[in-house]
């Protein structure tokens, strides 16, 4: 059953520790609530597409009229693509985008996320990455501390258990079905030392880099904000957990 954003909301406004929810909210667009079309990000506030390479999925389903046959495009044709699609008649999607760790940009290697090249990004301001180390729970290749000491290397690496794969608490091949590329994702992020270049996120590794706009990389599909219906119902677990917080609340203003 679907997750409900009010049933959040009612939860944090009671004080509830959320920590334990996921912060991938699964939607339904096409009415059938067996499956998610779209996935919400609670803490970045953007609505990712379930399908990781849905230009090939649209290229296929369309006839070759819409989408890439390979879901491989240039930085130009990827943010076309995505600023032009009408999912289940919700609009307004674009590429993922990136914003520095810092004040400003930092150009320089890290393995440790400190820096905006490299690897080991957590940060927020990174939706790709914020996607494959927080959500996904993937590790990177290198080792938050290069290895030696110095995350300004990569000598340990590879770290173990590095990559996109399955994790013990979370599953992305099931949840994306399978869909995310163990590749290079396009940003809609110029990359401002040479705007020949833009921003993009390898999913092989977990490394944040810049790719030159004419080469051909996969695109991912996300929109600003939540594309919930207004009628999503809990699911059981959630359910308990707002029931959970409602009896701590009366037994509170008892004792008041």
Same mark, same amino acid.
């Given at each position: 059953?679907?997750?409900?954003?009010?049933?959040? +909301?009612? =939860? #944090? %406004? *009671?004080?509830?520790?959320?920590?334990?929810?996921?912060? &991938?909210?699964?939607?339904?667009?096409? @009415?059938?609530?067996?499956?998610?079309?779209?996935?919400?990000?609670?803490?970045?506030?953007?609505?990712?597409?379930?399908?990781?390479?849905?230009?090939?999925?649209?290229?296929?389903?369309?006839?070759?009229?819409?989408?890439?046959?390979?879901?491989?495009?240039?930085?130009?044709?990827?943010? +076309?693509? =995505? #600023? %032009? *699609?009408?999912?289940?008649?919700?609009?307004?999607?674009? &590429?993922?985008?990136?914003?520095?760790? @810092?004040?400003?940009?930092?150009?320089?290697?890290?393995?440790?996320?400190?820096?905006?090249?490299?690897?080991?990004?957590?940060?927020?301001?990174?939706?790709?990455?914020?996607?494959?180390?927080?959500?996904?729970?993937?590790?990177?290749?290198?080792?938050?501390?290069?290895?030696?000491?110095?995350?300004?290397?990569?000598?340990?690496?590879?770290?173990?258990?590095?990559?996109?794969?399955?994790?013990?608490?979370?599953?992305?091949?099931?949840?994306?079905?399978?869909?995310?590329?163990?590749?290079?994702?396009?940003?809609?992020?110029?990359?401002?030392?040479?705007?020949?270049?833009?921003?993009?996120?390898?999913?092989?590794?977990?490394?944040?880099?810049?790719?030159?706009?004419?080469?051909?990389?996969?695109?991912?599909?996300?929109?600003?904000?939540?594309?919930?219906?207004?009628?999503?119902?809990?699911?059981?677990?959630?359910?308990?957990?707002?029931?959970?917080?409602?009896?701590?609340?009366?037994?509170?203003?008892?004792?008041?």
């Amino acid at each position: 059953m679907k997750k409900s954003l009010t049933l959040l +909301a009612l =939860a #944090a %406004g *009671l004080s509830l520790s959320l920590t334990a929810q996921a912060a &991938l909210l699964g939607r339904d667009l096409d @009415g059938n609530a067996a499956t998610y079309e779209a996935y919400y990000d609670d803490q970045l506030k953007i609505t990712w597409l379930a399908d990781a390479n849905y230009a090939k999925t649209q290229y296929t389903n369309s006839g070759g009229a819409t989408g890439d046959a390979d879901g491989w495009m240039n930085w130009a044709a990827a943010n +076309a693509w =995505a #600023a %032009g *699609l009408n999912y289940y008649g919700v609009t307004g999607w674009r &590429l993922p985008t990136v914003a520095p760790v @810092g004040a400003a940009f930092d150009y320089n290697f890290s393995s440790d996320g400190s820096t905006d090249w490299g690897y080991g990004n957590t940060s927020p301001h990174s939706e790709l990455a914020y996607m494959y180390y927080m959500n996904l729970g993937n590790l990177g290749y290198c080792l938050p501390d290069g290895g030696d000491g110095d995350p300004s290397t990569c000598d340990g690496a590879p770290q173990a258990g590095w990559g996109l794969v399955d994790g013990p608490a979370l599953d992305d091949e099931t949840l994306f079905g399978g869909t995310i590329q163990p590749d290079v994702y396009w940003s809609g992020t110029e990359y401002a030392p040479n705007t020949d270049f833009a921003w993009s996120f390898r999913m092989t590794d977990g490394r944040q880099l810049a790719f030159h706009k004419s080469g051909e990389l996969y695109a991912w599909a996300v929109r600003p904000g939540d594309v919930a219906a207004a009628n999503d119902v809990p699911e059981p677990a959630s359910l308990g957990l707002l029931v959970l917080g409602l009896a701590g609340l009366g037994w509170a203003r008892r004792r008041g």
